[in-house]
């Protein structure tokens, strides 16, 4: 009994406390992948006025009312309307509610009282020893599917991404998240690999 109360007083106590059910199987983490529409528009007149076109990339849902996203996606010299699109079908208004550009993380939330059909927990952050392991990507755009490659250092994977993929949720072999797609580079030898926006703190996750 004993026991038990000091490990209930650790958990609380922690700064990252143990959150249950939270890491993401496959399937779940095909399940938090959404499609990110965003317009930049600029109000003349009264009424929005789009000056460029569309830009489209994927994000991955933290909670029922939040989406994490690249910032370069999401970034507007005016105002950008953006709108999620769930694995179901389901096209959502979103806000950009936090923005990091150094980092190119994006935090969106729900524009009304809206929630997505289901509660996704806000998955556990790896924040040790995975860059020798093996991690998984889960893309919405343009199509969804699941890669998965070796790390060769903290940011950078072995993992073949194209244009739309920013954003996407970047997972280790525990179903722990541990950043988003940023973009991809070609080394001189011809390799390709995805660069990842690390999550360094607990706070993207959780608002």
């Excluded at 038990?4 to 059910?21: E, G, K, M, W």
């Amino acid at each position: 009994m004993n026991k038990f109360l000091i490990l209930l007083l650790l958990v609380a106590c922690s700064p990252f406390p143990l959150l249950p059910n939270t890491l993401r199987t496959p399937d779940t983490q095909a399940r938090a992948a959404v499609r990110v529409d965003v317009q930049c528009v600029d109000n003349a007149f009264g009424e929005p006025v789009i000056w460029r076109d569309s830009s489209t990339a994927s994000g991955v849902m933290i909670s029922d009312r939040r989406v994490l996203t690249s910032a370069h996606v999401t970034t507007c010299p005016t105002i950008p309307i953006v709108h999620v699109t769930t694995s179901n079908g389901r096209r959502l208004k979103m806000v950009v509610e936090k923005e990091d550009l150094k980092l190119d993380l994006a935090r969106l939330v729900m524009a009304s009282g809206s929630r997505f059909d289901y509660n996704m927990a806000p998955p556990v952050m790896a924040m040790f020893e995975y860059e020798k392991g093996s991690v998984c990507v889960e893309t919405a755009f343009p199509r969804r599917e699941r890669k998965c490659g070796r790390t060769r250092t903290l940011s950078r994977v072995h993992i073949v991404t194209r244009p739309g993929n920013s954003g996407s949720g970047v997972y280790d072999e525990h179903g722990q998240i541990v950043g988003l797609v940023r973009g991809s580079i070609r080394l001189y030898d011809g390799q390709q690999l995805t660069r990842v926006a690390m999550i360094t703190t607990r706070d993207w996750l959780e608002p």
